[in-house]
Each structure stands twice: as C-alpha cells, then as structure tokens.
C-alpha cells in the first residue's frame, strides 16, 4: 500500500511539474533581466570621482582657497566614463552645477557649504540607488601632541564624511562624538596661536552639539559647512600646507 501511494505521488508531481516548467521556462524567456548589482567599471568610476571630491574637500579643510576652486573645476569636468542608472543622471548634475558654483567661490565659508552639499548629494543618490557606499576614510591615530590632536580631528571629519555620503547615521555619531569630547591641550599648541586655537575648539564643540541634533541630509550639510570652514579658517591662519591633503 506504501509503495502504491509512493506511486500515485510520483505520477501527480509529475503531472504538475510538467506545465510548472514549461511557464518558467516561458517566463525566463519574456521577463526582462534585473540590472546588474556591480559593475566594476562604474565602481571604479565612482572611487575616482569621491577622491576628486575629497580634493576639493582637503583644500577647503587646509584654507586654500585657490587650490579649492582649482580641485573644483576638475571636478566639475569629471565627467562620467560609463553609463550611470536614469535615476542617478539628476544627482550627477546637481553636483556638477555645484562643483562649477565651488569653482567661482570668493570666501572660504561659501566653498565649506557648496562641498559639503555635493557630499550630501553623493548620500543622497546612493540612498535612492540602494546603495551604501564605504568610503576608504578610516585615519589611523598612534602619535601624541598637538600632531595627534589633529589627526584626531581627521578622524572626526572623516566619520562626519562618511556619514554624509555613505550615508551612514552611526558614522555621523562617531564623528559627533570626537569633535565634542577631544579636547587640545593647550600646553600642546604653539605659543602664538594659543588663543585662536582654543576659540577654533570651542566653537568646533559647539558645531558638534549641533551635528547631534540634525537628522536630515540638508542640516547635516549645513553643520558639516561650518565645521569644514572652521577646519579651514584656523589651518589657513597657520599654514595652507597645515591640514589633510590626500595626493
């Protein structure tokens, strides 16, 4: 009785998988493929036009503004090699028409606040893209002193960074929590800009309590602004070659 139900089973999967296959065959036939997840050639693109960005975004950090506009106009010609999904073509030119306003920027304030939108807008078309980027930002801190201080504030950069374009709400956190717990010791700066330095950290404190507060990609942008252009007025005080510089 077992092996006759055994057999009866067989005949009624067959009878059903017979039409099953021929509809899938029929369908994988018609229905059209999902576009490819990865593609190397886009991806290479992409890490070519971030570390383009990230010109920019070092020169504004170190106060240079003429390199700034200069990092700027590349990228503003950085002109995509590969096709790029229907959806992502608006993002791409919002950003070139905000690397060409960078380009023509007169103050470092202005430069600070189109940068930072143009990370914001990475985020942004990734988010509608489904995709989460992992920018190759992490900044490795083994030195002490006022040398370790600032990498420190790197490293706070970086994560606020990430934050905007990955985008990634944990990497802001991280970012957040390093410019409002870090604090410089003063017997670590130079005598001469004593002063300004401990003004530049105050008011870098007070941006990161801000940064804890905005939720959204836009305040975010607009507290990054401030905190790339403090970077920049400060670095730019001491040195243009003080700050990151990623050639």
Not at 67 to 77: D, G, H, I, K, V
């Amino acid at each position: 009785m077992h092996r006759l139900l055994s057999g009866r089973r067989i005949q009624w999967l067959t009878m059903f998988a017979a039409p099953l296959l021929a509809w899938a065959s029929l369908t994988a036939q018609v229905r059209p493929q999902s576009p490819e997840r990865h593609n190397p050639l886009r991806a290479a693109y992409m890490r070519a036009h971030f570390y383009q960005a990230m010109l920019l975004h070092d020169a504004v950090a170190r106060g240079d503004l003429e390199t700034a506009r200069l990092e700027a106009t590349r990228l503003q010609q950085h002109s995509a090699t590969v096709p790029m999904p229907a959806r992502a073509q608006a993002f791409q030119g919002a950003m070139t028409r905000m690397a060409t306003q960078a380009s023509a920027a007169t103050t470092l304030l202005e430069a600070a606040r189109i940068t930072a939108a143009i990370l914001g807008t990475c985020g942004q078309c990734h988010r509608a893209m489904q995709v989460r980027a992992m920018p190759p930002l992490n900044t490795d801190i083994k030195v002490g002193g006022i040398v370790g201080h600032m990498l420190l504030h790197q490293h706070g950069s970086d994560a606020l960074v990430e934050g905007l374009v990955a985008p990634s709400d944990s990497a802001w956190t991280e970012g957040v929590k390093t410019f409002a717990t870090q604090k410089l010791d003063s017997a670590d700066a130079p005598r001469k800009f004593r002063k300004e330095l401990a003004a530049a950290e105050a008011q870098l404190a007070e941006l990161a309590g801000q940064a804890a507060q905005a939720q959204g990609s836009r305040d975010r942008e607009v507290v990054y602004g401030k905190v790339l252009a403090t970077c920049g007025a400060c670095h730019g005080m001491v040195s243009h070659s003080a700050g990151p510089d990623r050639h």
